[in-house]
C-alpha cells in the first residue's frame, strides 16, 4: 500500500518561498504519475502540478506556472513543489497524490492521498 506524507508548510510572506516535500513508501514501482493539489477554504480542490515518475515529464497549472515548479528524487522516493513569489491567494492545504496510470489534471484518477500540509501566505 502506497502511503504519502507531505511537509514543508508554514506561514510565510507573501513574496516568498516554500518547498513542500512529499515523500513516498510502500512501492513506487506502481506509480505513474504524482501530483500536488491545493484546497482553499471554501473553494473546490485545485490542481496544482504533475510528474510522471518515470519520465520527469511535468504539468503545471496556469494560476502558477512559472512560479512553483514540480520534482522529483527517485533516489530518495520523494516527490518536491517548489513555490516562488507566494501569494495570499496561494494560502491552502496542499496535497500529493499519486496514481497507477497518466492521472492528468482531475484528481478522481489519483489512487494514493496525503494528509495535506497547509500553506499560509500572509499580505
Known amino acids: 500500500q502506497v502511503q504519502l506524507v507531505e511537509s514543508g508548510g508554514g506561514l510565510v510572506q507573501a513574496g516568498g518561498s516554500l518547498r513542500l516535500s512529499c515523500a513516498v513508501s510502500g512501492g513506487t514501482f506502481s506509480i505513474y504519475t504524482m501530483g500536488w493539489f491545493r484546497q482553499a477554504p471554501g473553494k473546490e480542490r485545485e490542481f496544482v502540478a504533475l510528474i510522471t515518475w518515470s519520465a520527469g515529464n511535468t504539468h503545471t497549472a496556469d494560476s502558477v506556472n512559472g512560479r512553483f515548479t514540480i520534482s522529483r528524487d527517485a533516489a530518495k522516493n520523494t516527490a518536491y513543489l517548489q513555490m516562488t513569489s507566494l501569494n495570499p491567494e496561494d494560502t491552502a492545504v496542499y496535497y500529493c497524490?499519486?496514481?497507477?496510470?497518466?492521472?492528468?489534471?482531475?484528481?478522481?484518477?489519483?489512487?494514493?492521498w496525503g494528509q495535506g500540509t497547509q500553506v499560509t501566505v500572509s499580505s
Open positions: 497524490a499519486a496514481g497507477p496510470y497518466y492521472s492528468g489534471r482531475n484528481s478522481a484518477g489519483y489512487r494514493y
